[in-house]
């Protein structure tokens, strides 16, 4: 590893093993072991790659023979070693099975433009990072045969400070490779292995570094290579801080050279899963590898590696989606194309809704649907909302049909629980609880925590946050000090005593998240007098923590944040609020292990599914949330509070969802907090918290989601993609040639006239069908009754009753009385055993 050039005494070697293993980062024992070696250094940095470069030799020599010490890190490196060793639930379940043979999926390849796995490698933006970071731990935990793929951005997100304005300025720091806990990747030669990519006749080079995730490997391109013209080194410097092109090319780079790592490493890998449409590319590296290894054509490949894609939408809108002029693409892409064997034009038509339609820009997600035979949105509202953004791609489907499933996200609750909450939890339902079949957890378990345990537990999560914002303040507020007074840093002046604010034992409301203008981040303010009055009530005190960056260009987000900051200067609120700055993993720990409500109010349905709620679950938070994205489905009264009324509303909805947001915490949660008995205990507020900790913890756990994707998806398209590649992708040659030869005839099919007769049992149904030159066996006829949603929509096959002359057949059926038979239209659709339709063919006929 770069950055150990220093040699440690020899019993404490093994710290470097442990430091290149971010396993520390859920695992409370070592952040103990951390900050017993370079306490300031762990706090300030998390990253025990620089409490090893920054500790003195002397305190390593004498922690060396510090007995203490080495008991404390025998137990942290032998519990690592369990870990390690460990098969896990995956391979328990699913692998070596007398009565499910061969059902193991062999690897899965989980792309994603940002990983948020703790602060120490900073490659993430906001939630879709932290759900990826997530999704490896996770992983790691149920033994699941996962790599992830990403990029090693040179300075990686933007860090948060404020001026004097309350204007928002950004710095971007260099993430110096030498003290971050990642290691070069080398061939067997001992060389820095690298990989290439093309773009615009140039070769650039990518050198790959590899995060150790417990059992899991993240590999991370970085365009920084030595070799590589100057403009190209710069291709991975910033997440989401380039213009279009820069975009485009890092897809590039994320996608096709991330494949191309794979097939470098020889991974065997058989389900690509693209964490959102940036690294849809990936999709077609994939075609282009397969052919060339089994001399098959493009569309054949297509044919045999989409059964092994899965696509994960996180999108509420279709404006959201990446798309890149046609030009661009032209430049950037010509050459793989030929590589493949097509013209551009051919690939073009896989990023367009209307294939015909040349002026519509290439649309990162249609090329991920169309190039997967999987796809899922990430709640059960978003999966629904993604069927309507979808439906374009699918004309004349019904958008109930369109192929958008749904995974609802969750969190791994050991990166998210307090060492209070782990030990509750370890009380009720043993160590191994996030490591197992979550099935076997009886929500009564918790029946066994008292209520005094629960609220010291709230408690010391409540101290420790309060005492870590005020950290934070004085520190962004020291800075401003500086300021004012042209101090230079580090004169003894630096060191003036601050008023503290905050109070470990009053209502603690947290809000925290990306200031984009879909999350409403200033509906809080929406009547600043009434806000400072919830606060500063004496009787009921209240205080609230808000932290939150806007992306660099959001000059709205801007004006809000600016919002907060003027708000902060009223001297009435300064004890009961605090902006803390540059939130990142670290402070959200913090915030949901300490706060007692956390607040959530996007505007329907733009919150895809959102996870910092669930993050406060274990830690016995309570929500109070509009009912978007995953609160839609959690939302029980017994649980916590909703916004909104399930419906989408227009901005002139904002000022009575203000309203309702105030009255909820006037009437309802603030005198719910205080209404404590003789034991000073609020028992209605605790057995909310328990419920909402026992029923919501493991349903929005990360073990659930993906224990989901797993038997949804996982399963499913490993067993379709192996039976596709067979015989160097014998069957989907066959499949290639079969639709073909439907498109080549689709248009001879003629639904006749159809009768109804009265049969005792329903409506008998009678059609004449002519075919042309397809034959029965690859459609199915079905007759279709919707009535808009008001009755359940239905859906019946038509047996083939006798065949006619002239490639005509007679179907017939027979429908439920329950509906008019008016209500039921009539079908044909391909049908084939291993075919998904309608995702891999579209192709339909409605009798007209
Ligand atoms: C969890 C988390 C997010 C995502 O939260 P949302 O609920 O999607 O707003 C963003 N940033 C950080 C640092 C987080 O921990």
């Known amino acids: 590893m770069p950055g150990f050039e220093r040699l440690l005494p020899a019993p404490l070697l093994i710290l470097e093993e442990l430091a290149a293993d971010l396993h520390w980062n ?270 098959t054509s493009f569309w054949e490949s297509l044919w045999a590696t989409r059964a092994g894609n899965l696509f994960t939408t996180h999108t509420p809108v279709a404006a959201g989606f990446d798309r890149y002029p046609t030009e661009l693409l032209r430049r950037y892409a010509g050459e793989s194309a030929l590589a493949m064997g097509v013209t551009l034009d051919d690939i073009l038509v896989l990023g367009r809704a209307d294939p015909k339609n040349t002026n519509e820009p290439f649309n990162m997600a249609y090329l991920a649907m169309r190039t997967c035979a999987h796809s899922n949105g990430v709640s059960e509202l978003h999966g629904r909302v993604s069927q309507r953004i979808f439906q374009p791609l699918f004309p004349r489907w019904p958008e109930r049909e369109v192929p958008v499933s749904h995974v609802t996200n969750g969190v791994h609750m050991p990166t998210w629980d307090s060492p209070e909450a782990d030990a509750i939890w370890t009380q009720a339902y043993g160590k191994e609880r996030w490591r197992d079949d979550l099935q076997k957890m009886n929500p009564n378990a918790l029946q066994q925590v008292t209520d005094q345990q629960l609220w010291h537990m709230a408690a010391s999560g409540r101290a420790r946050l309060v005492d870590y914002a005020r950290q934070r303040f004085a520190r962004q507020w020291r800075h401003e000090v500086l300021v004012e007074t042209n101090l230079p840093p580090g004169s003894p002046n630096c060191e003036i005593p601050i008023e503290l604010p905050l109070d470990p034992n009053i209502l603690t409301l947290g809000f925290a998240r990306r200031f984009a203008e879909y999350k409403r981040p200033d509906l809080l303010l929406h009547d600043p007098e009434r806000l400072a009055r919830i606060l500063c009530n004496p009787k009921y005190p209240v205080q609230l923590i808000v932290a939150g960056k806007a992306h660099p260009a959001d000059t709205i987000g801007k004006t809000k944040l600016q919002g907060w900051q003027r708000f902060l200067l009223r001297p009435e609120v300064a004890e009961h609020l605090l902006f803390i700055e540059d939130y990142d993993i670290s402070l959200a720990q913090h915030l949901v292990q300490g706060v007692d409500v956390w607040i959530n109010n996007p505007r329907r349905p733009w919150e895809a599914s959102g996870t910092s709620g669930m993050k406060i679950l274990v830690n016995g938070g309570l929500n109070l949330s509009t009912l978007d994205g995953w609160w839609a489905e959690a939302y029980k009264a017994e649980f916590g509070w909703a916004l909104g009324d399930g419906e989408e509303h227009d901005p002139a909805q904002d000022s009575a969802d203000a309203e309702q947001l105030y009255r909820l915490l006037e009437n309802d949660i603030i005198p719910r907090f205080y209404a404590r008995d003789a034991e000073d205990i609020p028992r209605e507020w605790i057995e909310q918290m328990r419920s909402s900790m026992a029923q919501l913890t493991p349903r929005f756990s990360s073990n659930r989601m993906l224990q989901e994707y797993i038997e949804k ?40 006239e159809r009768s109804f007769t009265d049969a005792e049992t329903g409506w008998r149904l009678e059609v004449n069908i002519y075919l042309g030159a397809i034959t029965p066996d690859n459609i199915t006829v079905e007759a279709i009754a919707d009535n808009e949603g008001k009755q359940p929509a239905e859906r019946i096959s038509l047996t083939l009753t006798r065949a006619g002359i002239a490639n005509t057949y007679h179907y017939s059926g027979l429908l439920p009385k329950a509906r008019p038979a008016g209500d039921f239209s009539l079908r044909v659709i391909p049908a084939h055993p291993q075919v998904q339709v309608p995702i891999e063919t579209t192709l339909i006929c409605w009798q007209t």
């Open 713 to 752: 998806h996982y399963l499913p398209a490993a067993t379709a993609f192996q039976a596709r590649v067979e015989n160097h992708g014998q069957l989907a040659k066959t499949l290639n040639d079969w639709t073909r030869h439907l498109h080549r005839h689709w248009h001879e099919i003629h639904i006749g």
């Open 26 to 295: 859920w695992n409370h024992a070592s952040d103990q072991l951390w900050r017993s070696l370079n306490t300031e250094v762990w706090e300030q940095t998390r990253n025990p790659v620089s409490v090893l470069q920054l500790t003195s030799g002397a305190t390593l020599e004498q922690l060396a023979s510090d007995p203490v010490f080495l008991t404390q890190l025998q137990q942290v490196v032998d519990a690592r070693r369990y870990y390690l060793l460990d098969p896990g639930w995956y391979s328990r379940t699913y692998l070596n099975q007398p009565d499910k043979p061969n059902t193991g999926v062999r690897g899965i390849a989980y792309f994603s433009m940002e990983f948020g796995i703790c602060d120490a490698l900073p490659l993430y933006a906001g939630g879709l990072g932290i759900l990826a970071g997530d999704y490896l731990k996770t992983a790691s935990d149920l033994g699941l045969p996962l790599v992830g793929i990403g990029l090693l951005y040179q300075e990686g997100y933007f860090r948060q400070s404020m001026n004097r304005d309350g204007w928002q300025e950004e710095t971007y720091l260099y993430n110096d490779p030498g003290s971050l806990p990642i290691r070069p990747l080398r061939d067997s030669d001992g060389r820095w292995l690298d990989i290439e990519t093309g773009f615009l006749c140039r070769r650039v080079r990518f050198r790959i570094w590899v995060a150790q995730v417990g059992k899991v490997k993240l590999y991370l391109l970085d365009s920084n290579h030595p070799c590589n013209q100057p403009h190209d080194r710069g291709i991975t410097s910033k997440l989401y801080g380039g213009g279009t092109e820069l975009r485009l090319v890092q897809e590039i780079a994320l996608g096709i050279g991330g494949w191309r790592l794979i097939e470098t490493l020889g991974l065997d890998i058989d389900i690509c899963h693209l964490n959102e449409g940036h690294a849809a590319f990936a999709t077609l590296e994939r075609i282009r590898s397969f052919s060339v290894e089994n001399n």
